[in-house]
């Protein structure tokens, strides 16, 4: 497995052997110790000396099923710290079987481009491509698709990215070559933007890939993994039958779903959008509720959303976007959410920090609550990059700057998810302290909570258990894992077939331990980038309106001190 | 002296004596104290829990001239910390002829509003303005002439205050009833507007004020402190004929005037916006180059200016308006920059401020610099409240937010003043260590470098000699003395005369190094109140374009060590 070069700068590209430092580490594990490295911790995240870095997991391209995830790395123009953000599609496979462990962009070309880069096995192709400026995605890969075939996979973006906005995704194609996917959080789609690069093509064609000690008894493995997401109820039977909107229902029966930008846990009609119903309406219009999206997939928890003609709306409804772009905004009609959602990604943008920037706006007044079609030219105002579609697309602390407006749902400048931290108080410790900002994926304790195990509306045990998650977290984004399919992963049976198939894949024997240990090195680089870039523990806190306002219908604040908040990280000792 | 509330939730009013804790303190000096006690320090700053605190020096209303200045604090909205920003006019000696040490405005009225205080001794009034709402301070100081007659000093905001922008005035009328001076810095005028209040009118018919132990002996230090005043070069001579626009030539001399977004140091044409081309121009109209501004002035730095056919422009046209409405913007048009000033002045903007927020959109690439016409164009839009002009109304920040740009010269996200800290290394430790974010008046070396002194390229005792200036201004600005009379208070005759009449006032023995103590104390609760915040000594930091980037001609980078640059402080030991 090789790195590959790309400098915007000077428009080369070279190929180097990895690190010997770094053969161990894949996903967000080698993307964060090189931008912890090599990018200087100041710098405009927007400026030449920024890097981007995609890297795919250290399990992508074996037999294992789910391993076609990315870790996509950078400083993050929205959150000013260090940023990894994780995406699934075709790509990342692609890219491992490509040979390469890690592609890393830097510099800037000033004026010129956008250039598309066109990776084979062994070979790289920069061209500019002036035509596509300015292009929405799905036209875009419409485009690629006539010009280099079907067998590439794309991660590309839309005029977001090109405006430099701090809500501006990477979008990724998925099975069927549609940009729905998404590297979303963080601005990516900026840096993307300012070095100048229009889409990354990747042939699909590649038969390299990473190297097994023993390949027989990796697939055993492999299997018997398998075998665990498939017992699973919830990868098994839920999110194949609903995908991630499953979630709808138990989160507002748990009154945790943060609605009409914060103000109530509970939307008024989220049965009409619930997972439930979701797959009873795709059904109806005879849409497929069940859609694989990403290579190696095995839960298929996408879904190609249709109107009521049968046309395609979108793909991959998911979760945190029917939250973000329902929830947030009072709305719950199905069919507006999901044109919101294919226009996020037509667009290039984050759907939870976008959402949440409407949510905003919509709270200061300048729109009002489930007002569907203010949503829908908010974001066509982002897409045409008016100065109020710029002020929206740079998220919620910039709607909230502009309107002299302090409810503003960010950690670091990273909007909440879909859990109100006042009733799981364990995903507030998450969203107060991870690197990353407030950000749902990097250790969130929904399982825990609608197992009963832990009590989400009391300070009790929440950081321990938000420590232990986010450890788990950063572990699995190395191996290149689906987060879904965490639940095979951290069970007693799976952790140990991981440490298995770890230890084969590097060639020396490797125990549970030395997997979460692989997380915490992950953590103490992104915490050391940080703080070499300003950040302290005063930036590790809740915005006020967690701790002022009780969230109806529980009426309960965030209850966890500072003190204990900073507890969270002791173990790192930097 | 007494305290005066006002609540502008319940919209009662209520008269307290002075805390006995606080009956030695005046100006910022009051005004630090208070909100650092009553303000809870991580509040919205536009929310009802901040508070807006007009205070007069300690000395204002004695008979010591140069001393209508009012401290004005509160939690800003443009750098999150405690902010004084000081002002003169004829505001601040009525109110202390009021009897009023301190008036405290808290609490919000929602939609209702806009309101006007009017304040005579010992009676205030609240009343609706709804007519008001949205006005120009030069129209609107007109029609409360009209309705409360001369006698009135009024305090203010335009429609900048109302629509709660980070560079909005608070504009104070002076002798001749126009509303040119400016409480400009830290975005006062937002929290005003916030407080649901329009203006302040206070009569200038008050009799109270300052009890002295002994007139006769104040009287006579404080005429031989006028002496010393009349004396002195600069504000004997240099102030009265050319205004603070005497200093354009000697800093574009030292190669220190931040120009074009701070990417020079000297203005190309500046010799046609130095102060002896003004006072030439204003005298070849007739206007008056020299004009008395504010009450007891003997310095008369103020001034009018006129057009080619003798008709207002502007009034009070000052050094840093000069600079950031003419060289940030590439601009050498005097008549453009008093057009511009009269805007700022009307719209009630900080001139500062806007400016640089001009300059980074014009630096983006957004107008062209020098573009007289597209400057007048920005304040128009700001006046009107565009969703650009709010960008631009939220200042520098906000503007290199909107443009994904990095060339942002602020520090705590207020702008630099008239000397580059890469040609004035010291001031650069001022803006990056006082707890006002960059600020000229918390500790300029511009007397030091300009008579030799002290080097201002070396990095050699600037932290030394900003950490003087910052505790004798901190000082200063508690006695309500105007801070260009602070080269006759700073002289070893001047010192002795100070403590002498601030015992004089306080009625104990007061020595110099008292006086010294009353600064660092005021610069103790600002750093508390910061800290509590959250800010830390990485907020203390000057942009990295101040380190990268040598400026021209002198091609220096700002070199002071941030280590260095937290010894600031050290004596505070908080």
Chains 1, 2 share one sequence.
Not at 147 to 171: N, T, W
Not at 431 to 440: E, K, L, Q
Request: charged content about 25%; proline content about 5%.
């Amino acid at each position: 497995m090789q790195i590959l070069r790309v400098d915007m700068g000077t428009r080369t590209t070279s190929w180097e052997p990895l690190d010997p430092a770094y053969q161990e580490l894949g996903g967000r594990g080698l993307t964060s110790a090189l931008i912890n490295r090599e990018v200087p911790a100041r710098c405009d995240p927007l400026g030449p000396e920024n890097k981007l870095i995609f890297a795919p997991g250290l399990l992508t391209a074996t037999p294992l099923v789910n391993t076609s995830r990315i870790s996509v790395g950078t400083k993050s123009p929205l959150t000013g710290g260090i940023k990894e953000s994780n995406a699934g599609g075709v790509f990342p496979l692609a890219l491992a079987r490509c040979g390469i462990a890690g592609l890393v962009v830097e510099g800037a070309p000033g004026d010129q481009g956008p250039f598309l880069l066109h990776i084979q096995e062994g070979e790289t192709y920069l061209e500019e491509a002036q035509d596509l400026k300015g292009m929405r995605t799905y036209r875009l890969v419409e485009i690629l698709k006539e010009r280099f075939g079907k067998d590439v996979a794309v991660m590309c973006i839309g005029p977001a990215g090109e405006y430099g906005l701090s809500c501006a995704s990477i979008q990724s194609t998925d099975v069927d070559m549609r940009p729905c996917r998404a590297a979303g959080r963080g601005g990516l789609g900026a840096v993307m933007g300012s070095k100048g690069l229009k889409a990354v093509l990747v042939s699909t064609k590649g038969r390299s890939g990473p190297t097994l000690s023993d390949e027989a008894s990796f697939k055993e493995a492999a299997k018997l993994f398998s075998a665990l997401i498939k017992k699973n109820p919830f990868t098994g039977r839920m999110l194949p039958t609903m995908g991630t909107a499953c979630l709808v229902a138990p989160v507002n029966n748990l009154g945790a779903f943060p609605s009409y930008n914060a103000r109530k846990g509970v939307l008024e009609g989220w049965e009409s959008v619930s997972g439930e119903r979701m797959a009873e309406v795709i059904k109806e219009r005879k849409g497929r509720p069940t859609h694989m999206g990403c290579s190696q997939c095995m839960i298929h928890c996408s879904n190609e959303y249709v109107d009521p003609d049968g046309n395609y709306l979108t793909s991959s409804l998911e979760y945190e976007t029917i939250w973000a772009m329902g929830g947030m905004l009072g709305i719950s009609d199905l069919d507006t959410i999901a044109r919101l959602d294919f226009l996020a990604d037509d667009i290039g943008l984050d759907t939870m920090s976008t959402g949440v920037a409407m949510a905003v706006a919509m709270d200061a007044g300048y729109k009002r609550f489930g007002d569907t079609k203010a949503a829908i030219e908010m974001m066509e105002e982002i897409a045409t990059g008016t100065d109020m579609g710029r002020v929206l697309g740079n998220g919620p602390s910039a709607v909230g700057k502009h309107f002299g407006h302090d409810r503003v749902p960010v950690v670091k400048g990273q909007s909440i998810a879909a859990y109100d931290p006042r009733a799981m108080q364990g995903n507030g410790v998450t969203y107060a302290t991870s690197p990353m900002g407030a950000d749902h994926t990097a250790g969130n304790l929904i399982g825990q909570y609608l197992s009963g195990n832990l009590d989400p509306l009391s300070p009790e045990g929440q950081v321990e258990a938000s420590r232990r998650a986010q450890v788990s977290v950063a572990a699995l984004d190395c191996t290149g894992l689906c987060l879904l399919a965490g639940g095979a992963m951290f069970s007693p049976e799976g952790s140990e077939l991981m440490a298995r198939m770890l230890g084969n894949r590097l060639g020396k024997k490797i125990e549970w331990e030395d997997v979460l240990e692989m997380g915490r090195s992950v953590l103490k680089a992104e915490k050391e980038f940080n703080r070499k870039a300003g950040f302290t523990k005063e930036d590790d806190r809740l915005p006020r309106m967690f701790r002022n306002e009780p969230l109806p219908p529980h009426n309960k604040v965030f209850l966890i001190e500072d003190d204990d908040l900073d507890k969270t990280f002791d173990f790192l000792e930097i």
